[in-house]
């Protein structure tokens, strides 16, 4: 069964560095997503990514983060500068494009811890 | 606002007995209405959806949904749990008047065990 696939698990990093959080979609999915979940807190939205535009993103996707398809299968996920408060699990998830309300497919996650 | 709640923290159960996890939601249109199952160190697999049509939606595992409207809830069910059912449970919504915009709101969780 296709999965979503992401890498790697857990990152470590200090505050101020640059992450880069990297996802394989489903390989015929054309709906990409970012959420994250700080611990103890619900799961939040980042950022949706069709026809290699943003769809969507919401209030906590400010200028210091990035979504990139860079080729035909990766889906990335960059910080440009990372603080304390960005520690979270990120998950990357992808949907069919068949125009009907497709169920979100998740990846397991990467852990980021920034100190 | 969309939101979803998930009024239950920890749900326990005896395996062979009935589960209900509950979930009521807000949205301004129609709900897109899904639950989601979280194992340890796994990502979050999809269970089943309810978009339209009948109101009691089956789907992964045994597990089943029903959809209630006019108490705006979504809650998850399973006849006869299982040890292997003890999981992390959420539910999520969409807004169907979102248009394209296909962002899911997402409860809490709520942790499901069951005991042998």
């Known amino acids: 069964e296709p999965e979503v696939t992401q890498t790697p698990s857990h990152q470590v990093t200090q505050m101020g560095q640059e992450v880069i959080l990297r996802c394989v979609p489903i390989s015929n999915h054309l709906y990409f997503y970012w959420y994250r979940q700080i611990l103890g807190q619900k799961v939040e939205f980042l950022v949706s990514?069709?026809?290699?535009?943003?769809?969507?993103k919401s209030e906590i996707f400010d200028d210091q983060f990035s979504v990139e398809r860079p080729d035909g299968s990766n889906f990335t996920l960059k910080i440009r500068s990372t603080k304390l408060e960005d520690s979270a699990m990120y998950f990357c998830?992808?949907?069919?494009?068949?125009?009907?309300?497709?169920?979100?497919?998740f990846g397991p996650g990467t852990r980021l811890t920034v100190t | 606002a969309q939101s979803v709640a998930q009024p239950e923290d920890q749900v326990n159960v005896a395996e062979g007995n009935p589960l209900t996890v509950k979930c009521t939601y807000s949205?301004?249109?129609?709900?897109?209405l899904f639950w989601y199952v979280q194992y340890p160190n796994r990502g979050l697999q999809f269970l089943l959806k309810y978009i339209t049509g009948d109101n009691l939606v089956k789907g992964s595992y045994g597990f089943e949904a029903e959809f209630n409207k006019s108490q705006t809830s979504f809650h998850l069910k399973k006849p006869s749990a299982l040890v292997s059912d003890s999981a992390l449970y959420f539910c999520a919504v969409r807004d169907s008047w979102a248009g394209n915009n296909r962002k899911l709101i997402w409860g809490l969780g709520t942790s499901l065990a069951v005991n042998p």
């Open positions: 990514f069709y026809n290699n535009e943003i769809s969507e």
């Open positions: 949205v301004s249109g129609n709900p897109y």
């Open positions: 998830a992808s949907s069919a494009g068949t125009g009907g309300i497709g169920e979100q497919y």
